[in-house]
């Protein structure tokens, strides 16, 4: 359990990031009074930066917002995969945006005697603890041995112009970090899972969604009913709920049932019971902005992996090296000649969950390695990865593979609604202009 827990919170911190939300917000009154923000995303690539783990990223996914009062811009990675929020608070750290608590009157830190630091955290997987001066403290801790701590607090948060007071944050002030060219690009992180302690549970709307473009790095966000005529029908898959807690299952995670892959329409041979939990919750598939690839279960991942270098025997050359695994955990590469003028038409592959789809086009499915040359050819890997080379027991679709796809995140249906849009037009539609 600590493995997983640790390891998700890892990739939360160091994978994830992919949208970055521009400075620009908009509140858009529709849906017949009912109300809804919108924000615009807008992808942002940073260089490589050190990573003590075997994957790297180098694309964000953040929304800006304002904090405190008077009120602080904050850059803030969106996360479904985690439940805190939290803000870099130490205002000596040279290079790195910060929030500085002591300009802010509406800043207050959490009692350790509040039921906050108490009852409220029970889901949050890093319990908080007491300090010297009975504040309620937080040690968030990574898998490379990296780790932040700070303080719960109070204050004011203002989004697309809307105010959320009260909002409980980790006003962080010290830690290591592992990725210093992404620190210096955002201040924090929103925790927006399901559990109580959540941003988007806090902010009190039942809906969220957001629509990444697969073209131009834009996107948006919203907040709220997203039943727009043009957008409708969304096709829904049920959120997976557990009655009994089970050691290795996380119960505050968008947890999906996928049934089954396809590679063009070629449903792979295997059987149903691949895709669920076993008797101790290891096994689910968790629908997480923060992660960047797709990650398979072993036996699953090799379906794949056997029936797409079947299908593309003609037109890819496969990396014969087997020392060769990008991140860790993709080990299904190919030699791309550099002078190619294009890349081949590659089949489509499909996810399938009870009720929804997920088509990731032949465009998509391949990730040119930065920096790799064999001969005169690039390395092109496989977007999909084996989630068992990294030590994980889970299913994660990653935020590469929610491109051009509108999700829904349905708290109080308990669902995930999908449909298969450009999300630069849909964005036009909110007079959103990357
Ligand atoms: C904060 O962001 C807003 C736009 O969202 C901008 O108008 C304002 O100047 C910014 N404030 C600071 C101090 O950067
Ligand atoms: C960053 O990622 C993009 C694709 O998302 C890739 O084209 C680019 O080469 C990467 N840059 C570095 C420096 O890794
Ligand atoms: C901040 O929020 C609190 C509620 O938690 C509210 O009482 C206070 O007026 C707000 N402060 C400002 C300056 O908006
Ligand atoms: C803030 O960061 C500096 C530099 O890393 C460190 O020396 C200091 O101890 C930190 N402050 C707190 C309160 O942890
Ligand atoms: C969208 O939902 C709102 C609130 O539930 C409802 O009032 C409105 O009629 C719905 N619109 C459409 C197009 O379904
Ligand atoms: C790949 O194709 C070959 C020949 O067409 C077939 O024998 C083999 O079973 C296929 N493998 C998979 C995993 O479908
Ligand atoms: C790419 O280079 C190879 C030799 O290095 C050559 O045979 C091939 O025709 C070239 N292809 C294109 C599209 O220029």
Redesign the pocket.
């Known amino acids: 359990m600590r493995k997983i827990h640790i390891l998700l919170s890892l990739i939360v911190a160091i994978q994830t990031r992919i949208l970055f939300l521009s400075a620009t917000q908009f509140s858009v009154p529709e849906s017949k009074g009912a109300k809804i923000l919108v924000l615009p995303l807008k992808t942002q690539q940073l260089p490589s930066g050190p990573s003590k783990l075997p994957f790297t990223h180098n694309v964000t996914l953040t929304v800006s917002l304002a904090v405190g009062?008077p009120p602080q811009n904050v850059t803030m990675v969106l996360d479904t995969g985690s439940e805190l929020s939290w803000l870099q608070c130490n205002t000596t750290q040279r290079d790195r945006p910060a929030f500085d608590p002591t300009r802010s009157?509406?800043y207050t830190p959490v009692a350790c005697s509040s039921p906050t630091c108490t009852t409220q955290t029970q889901d949050f997987s890093i319990p908080a603890s007491c300090d010297a001066r009975n504040l309620c403290h937080a040690v968030l801790s990574y898998a490379d041995a990296s780790s932040s701590e700070g303080n719960l607090a109070?204050?004011?948060f203002t989004i697309a112009g809307s105010?959320f007071?009260?909002t409980i944050f980790g006003c962080m002030d010290s830690g290591s970090t592992t990725n210093a060219e992404e620190d210096s690009k955002t201040t924090g992180l929103m925790g927006m899972n399901r559990g109580s302690l959540s941003f988007i549970s806090q902010m009190g709307f039942k809906k969220f969604s957001y629509c990444i473009s697969g073209s131009d790095f834009s996107g948006i966000l919203l907040f709220g009913e997203s039943n727009f005529t043009w957008l409708l029908p969304l096709n829904y898959t049920p959120l997976i709920q557990i009655s009994t807690p089970l050691p290795y299952f996380n119960r505050v995670a968008y947890t999906v049932q996928l049934e089954g892959i396809k590679v063009s329409e070629n449903l792979l041979q295997l059987p149903k019971s691949i895709f669920e939990p076993d008797h101790t919750g290891a096994g689910q598939t968790m629908v997480d902005s923060g992660t960047q690839f797709t990650f398979l279960l072993g036996p699953a991942y090799s379906a794949l992996r056997n029936e797409f270098i079947n299908q593309t025997g003609g037109v890819l050359r496969v990396l014969e090296d087997p020392d060769f695994v990008f991140q860790g955990a993709f080990d299904l590469c190919f030699r791309v000649p550099l002078n190619s003028t294009g890349m081949p038409k590659l089949p489509a592959v499909s996810l399938v969950f009870r009720g929804a789809q997920i088509t990731v086009s032949g465009a998509r499915l391949l990730y040119r390695v930065p920096g790799e040359v064999r001969g005169s050819d690039a390395v092109h890997c496989l977007t999909f990865g084996n989630s068992e080379l990294l030590g994980m027991e889970a299913y994660i679709i990653g935020h590469h593979h929610q491109q051009n796809v509108w999700m829904e995140f349905d708290l109080e249906k308990s669902r995930i609604g999908v449909a298969q849009v450009q999300c630069d037009l849909a964005g036009q539609r909110f007079g959103i202009h990357p």
Request: hydrophobic share 20%.
């Open positions: 009062t009157i509406s109070f204050d004011n105010k007071p009260g």
